[in-house]
């Protein structure tokens, strides 16, 4: 195990994170760390894996590890540039600009990106971990091949449910209208759930290394947390009530997470 790999990758996000700090203070946009946040797990990805690599790591875990996450990287930030370009700043930003004034510079170092740049370390342990041990445990082939089901099926999930979206925005007469078709229709967030999917497929591939790479478990579970209770899921449906008639039945009837058959639900009962 070399643990080297763990404290370059802590360099690795923290040049990453400060860069992006400082190019957002001249656009006054804190909103360009959402897109860079898959970009960094990229970074981490090669920094861990090319590290590893050089003392010794699994060749075959570490080119799936890094393939992986530069593949899911690479779209989601793309999907998330062209989202987000010409729309100004997020309002949870603006908010906190508008709450903390002319100290917002500095707070959004330690409440914006430093506290990104520290979930981000969490959540990419298991590209650290699989990339840092060397050889491969007992049933590492089975573990490869259920890992890398499990990323495919989130992959899809997440772009899928992402370009079902934004054709759905895109289209005039969707204006005011919920969102229920395609993936849509079986969870209220495909995107979310494979994203959380990507990360417990990564995890897998890297268990297959065995010894330390099991705690790399925190990684996922921090992802999935997030997204279903904390910055996905939760944050996100508190607005969609309130702006979109209609939501609250596709609440009633749609799973929030994991995809199901939409229940039944009778629309003469109460909310």
């Not at 779209?75 to 309002?91: I, K, M, T, V």
């Not at 100290?103 to 370390?121: K, N």
Request: proline share 5%; hydrophobic share 50%; aromatic share 12%.
């Amino acid at each position: 195990m070399d643990w080297t790999v763990l404290g370059w990758s802590a360099l690795a996000i923290s040049l990453v994170m400060l860069t992006t700090w400082a190019v957002s203070l001249p656009l006054r946009n804190a909103s360009i760390v959402d897109p860079v946040w898959p970009l960094g797990f990229v970074v981490v990805g090669w920094v861990a894996g090319l590290t590893g690599l050089a003392s010794g790591g699994d060749g075959l875990r570490v080119a799936v590890l890094v393939a992986f996450v530069t593949v899911w990287g690479l779209r989601l930030s793309f999907h998330l540039f062209r989202r987000n370009a010409g729309h100004g700043e997020d309002f949870r930003y603006v908010a906190m600009r508008q709450k903390h004034g002319e100290r917002f510079w500095l707070i959004s170092l330690f409440t914006v990106f430093a506290t990104q740049g520290l979930l981000m370390f969490v959540v990419s342990l298991p590209l650290q971990f699989g990339s840092a041990i060397e050889g491969r445990a007992t049933g590492w082939a089975v573990l490869l091949a259920v890992g890398a089901a499990v990323w495919l099926l989130g992959f899809v999930f997440e772009s899928v449910g992402d370009a079902q979206l934004t054709a759905f925005k895109a289209d005039p007469a969707s204006k005011g209208q919920v969102m229920d078709k395609g993936l849509w229709r079986y969870t209220r967030h495909p995107n979310y759930f494979g994203d959380a999917c990507v990360w417990w497929g990564i995890f897998l591939v890297a268990a297959g290394a065995g010894g330390w790479a099991w705690i790399s478990v925190v990684g996922p579970i921090v992802m999935t947390t997030l997204l279903r209770r904390v910055s996905g899921v939760t944050l996100l449906e508190k607005s969609m009530v309130k702006r979109r008639p209609g939501y609250e039945d596709y609440v009633r009837r749609t799973s929030p997470f994991i995809p199901r058959q939409p229940r039944a639900v009778d629309p003469s009962a109460p909310n």
